[in-house]
């Protein structure tokens, strides 16, 4: 099997990297089978504090589906499957109980940015674009886009950017909140991505995970249940050995040493 993805560890930080290059790293069959494939491997994986997702070069990041390999599959079933594979992934990206950092080393089209609306926090390269382009295919996003996107940005800015399907810089996307953060090049990008995931990797594993989890349960369910949820995580966390150094820690003055089981 080709190596699609590529899925490399160190440290306890993961790095998914999108590895076709030569189709501005859009994703054929087999690529996103092993973005699905690689999702599931970092759940399983206990030892993996932060996962960074990114692609090849410095031209793009991911520009979606593979139109190329899919213009040869008009079926009905073609459609299931690109919707079902990716749609299921970006769902388990989502509620890994660890952060995901996107590394938008270049351009994100399509079905790329729908795969940044599932990622925790957001950095890319100056010169990177970004188009929500599946209108200009005839087609709404598939992969889970729009839900994600409203939750983000906003009904305007989701009707804006879906119905317009209008190329924007990363300047503008850090302006409406996409991304947090624009730095200069794809080696300032790699730096300041590796220096945010090594801070995360500092920090109170538990006390993340259920951060992450109360996050994205304030977007979809009812007030009451998130209240629910939210003292539940709290209470279940006041105990923990990790709030306990840090209790004691700052009784004695000092900086808390996280990673207590």
């Not at 989701?158 to 924007?168: K, S």
């Not at 200069?184 to 790699?190: F, H, I, K, P, T």
């Not at 920090?203 to 209240?227: F, G, R």
Request: charged letters at 20%.
């Amino acid at each position: 099997m080709n190596n699609e993805i590529i899925l490399t560890q160190q440290e306890g930080i993961a790095t998914l990297r999108v590895n076709r290059p030569e189709a501005r790293n859009a994703l054929n069959w087999t690529a996103q089978a092993q973005f699905a494939d690689a999702v599931a491997t970092i759940q399983a994986d206990t030892a993996v504090r932060v996962l960074i997702i990114t692609g090849t070069g410095n031209k793009a990041f991911v520009s979606g589906g593979d139109l190329k390999e899919l213009s040869q599959h008009p079926e009905r079933e073609a459609g299931e499957r690109l919707n079902r594979v990716m749609r299921d992934a970006l769902v388990q990206l989502t509620q890994l109980p660890i952060p995901v950092i996107a590394a938008v080393n270049g351009d994100a089209f399509g079905g790329g940015c729908e795969i940044l609306t599932a990622c925790d926090l957001r950095l890319a390269a100056s010169h990177a674009r970004f188009c929500f382009a599946q209108v200009r295919n005839a087609l709404c996003t598939g992969w889970g886009g729009t839900g994600r996107l409203v939750n983000l940005l906003g009904q305007a800015r989701a009707l804006d950017l879906l119905l317009t399907a209008r190329i924007f810089t990363a300047e503008e996307a850090q302006q409406m909140g996409l991304v947090q953060q624009v730095v200069a090049d794809n080696v300032d990008l790699e730096t300041a991505v590796t220096q945010l995931a090594h801070a995360l990797t500092q920090l109170p594993q538990h006390a993340l995970a259920a951060s992450k989890q109360l996050i994205y349960a304030a977007s979809q369910e009812a007030p009451t249940d998130v209240n629910q949820l939210e003292t539940k995580l709290f209470v279940d966390l006041w105990a923990e050995p990790d709030h306990l150094e840090a209790l004691a820690a700052f009784q004695q003055k000092r900086k808390p040493i996280f990673g207590h089981q």
